[in-house]
Structure formats: C-alpha cells, structure tokens
C-alpha cells in the first residue's frame, strides 16, 4: 500500500510571498490532517478533514493559513503571506476512520519550508 | 494541562546498551500514550501505544512503562542499535478520540557502534 505522498520537499521563500502544500493520503482513507513541526517541537495540528469537511480548525492561523480537500481525496494547504515563525515541516498524515480507539494515523515525509 | 513533557533532548547510548526516555502528562483525562519514532526527513510512525490500564508493555525490544499515580511513562530501548539512532516523540490523547495527539518535545538518539 502507497504511503502518504507529500511536495514539494522543500520550499524557500521571502517572507510576504504566497506557497502551497500538496498532500495525497493513503487510498480509502476518509480523515486528513496537517501538523506544523517546528525544528526542536513535536508536531502540532493544524487541521483535520473528515472526507472533505473540517472537523477542527482550532489551532490554523486563518489570518493566513487555509486549507481544503476537494472531493475527499488530495488537500492543499497555503500560506499567504508567510512570515519568519512560519519555517517548519509541514506533515500531512491520514486515517481510515475520525477519533475511535487506536485510529493510527500515518504520515507523510513532510514539506520542509524555510522562510528568509 | 495539555502539554506532555518530555526529557532529554537527546541521548547518546553506545550500541547494546538502553535508551530511556521519559515523558510526563498533567491531563488525568489522556487514556491513551502512544510513541512515535520519525528517521531524518521521513514522517513519524507508529511504534508503540499503552493504554492506563496496565503499567507495562513489551513490543520486542521496546518496552513503555507507565506510572499512572505519577502521570508519567518512559520508553525503554533494550539493546540499542545503531538503526534506532531517530527522533523520538511521545504524545498523549484520549483513547475514544485518537485524532487529538499532544506530542512531546521529541528526543533525538543517537547509537554509536
């Protein structure tokens, strides 16, 4: 089975420039999430689709950040305008089924961004 | 009281020795304390979970303990090699609603030959 597909791999821009993420999740699995990792911290949710509705978008700066999943399959996930603090890993991960017990996510290799 | 604490930073163990790492939770609501090991530029994976209910865990050479009282659990590396040198991050959630992971901090080892 094909993992959780990511790009880029990484990404340099100037901050106040506009960049995007592409995931595609594992095949049949109906929850996506992204997590920003900041080098030093764990990873962090950002936002989480059931098929293609957001179950939680607590933690995603809107001001900036926006995300969708057409259809329930591939998602993008953009910033705009980026800033310095905004240099991390951006993991994608996806699940069979939302919440219940032991619902293992599995994760993507990650969007290395870096912001001059 | 939604953070895990996580300790050390990083951890150098010769191979054949044991890594160990703790982790600390303040949240008595999480029921549900997986770890996850991530190797430089791939994602984090699945390596073992224990639920509150038991204080032990054996997957292999991997072993987490868990002290309910004490809000804490550690993972144990028995007889590291040096493929295990990776980040590794504890987290924390509640077992009927695994979607809301609380990571730690992460620990990178290294295991030298």
């Known amino acids: 089975e094909a993992g959780v597909a990511q790009s880029p791999r990484y990404k340099i821009i100037e901050k106040r420039q506009s960049v995007a993420f592409w995931c595609n999740p594992i095949?049949?699995?109906?929850?996506l999430y992204w997590y920003q990792q900041i080098l030093g911290q764990g990873p962090k949710l950002l936002i989480q689709f059931q098929n293609n509705g957001v179950v939680d978008d607590s933690q995603l700066p809107k001001d900036r950040f926006s995300a969708e999943r057409l259809k329930g399959v591939d998602s993008t996930l953009k910033i705009q305008p980026a800033k310095l603090e905004d240099s991390a890993v951006y993991l994608c991960?996806?699940?069979?089924?939302?919440?219940?017990?032991?619902?293992?996510?599995?994760f993507g290799p990650g969007t290395r961004l870096t912001v001059l | 009281q939604q953070q895990v604490k996580q300790s050390p930073q990083s951890l150098i163990v010769q191979k054949g020795g044991i890594s160990i790492i703790n982790c600390a939770y303040e949240?008595?609501?999480?029921?549900?304390f997986p770890w996850y090991q991530q190797f430089p530029g791939k994602g984090p994976a699945l390596l073992i979970a224990i639920r509150p209910d038991v204080s032990e865990k054996k997957e292999g050479r991997f072993t987490i303990s868990f002290n309910k009282s004490a809000k804490q659990f550690s993972l144990h590396i028995m007889d590291s090699q040096p493929g295990d040198s990776a980040t590794y991050f504890c987290a924390a959630t509640m077992e009927d609603n695994t979607d809301k992971l609380i990571f730690g901090t992460g620990t990178r080892l290294q295991v030298f030959p």
């Open positions: 095949s049949g699995h109906a929850t």
């Open positions: 991960a996806s699940s069979r089924i939302a919440g219940g017990p032991a619902n293992e996510q599995f």
């Open positions: 949240n008595t609501a999480f029921d549900y």
